[in-house]
């Protein structure tokens, strides 16, 4: 099991930024993978950025270059640093853990989620 909180979400104008954090309630290190997703009312929830414990990150098209995400082990937390907000950014965002069983069983953990506004 693993617990995920998020924090960090807020208003702000475009142009803004914000950091987001996931604190998990296991070590990181052991979870596959971890990753930042965002909805907004009506559509689907989509992936906005995710690393692997080797470090490896992918980020959706509409954020490159402007969103970061990175790890700190020592904390167990994620974080999604967010610079040049838009307007379309706008979404509850929420932070995916994914683990492997060593018997190759997929686990997947969402937190609560965490609101960011933008405001044009």
């Known amino acids: 099991q693993v617990q995920l909180v998020e924090s960090g979400g807020g208003l702000v104008q475009a142009g803004g930024s914000l950091r987001l954090s996931c604190a998990a309630s296991r070590r990181i290190f052991s979870i596959n993978t971890m990753g930042w997703y965002r909805q907004v009312p009506g559509n689907e929830r989509e992936l906005v950025a995710e690393?692997?414990?080797?470090?490896?990150?992918n980020y959706a098209d509409s954020v490159k270059g402007r969103f970061t995400i990175s790890r700190d082990n020592a904390k167990n937390t994620v974080y999604l640093q967010m610079n040049d907000l838009k307007p379309e950014d706008g979404a509850v965002y929420y932070c995916?853990?994914?683990?492997?069983?060593?018997?190759?069983?997929?686990?997947?953990?969402w937190g609560q989620g965490t609101q960011v506004t933008v405001s044009a």
């Open positions: 995916k853990a994914t683990v492997v069983s060593t018997t190759a069983v997929i686990f997947r953990y």
């Open positions: 690393i692997t414990s080797g470090g490896s990150t």
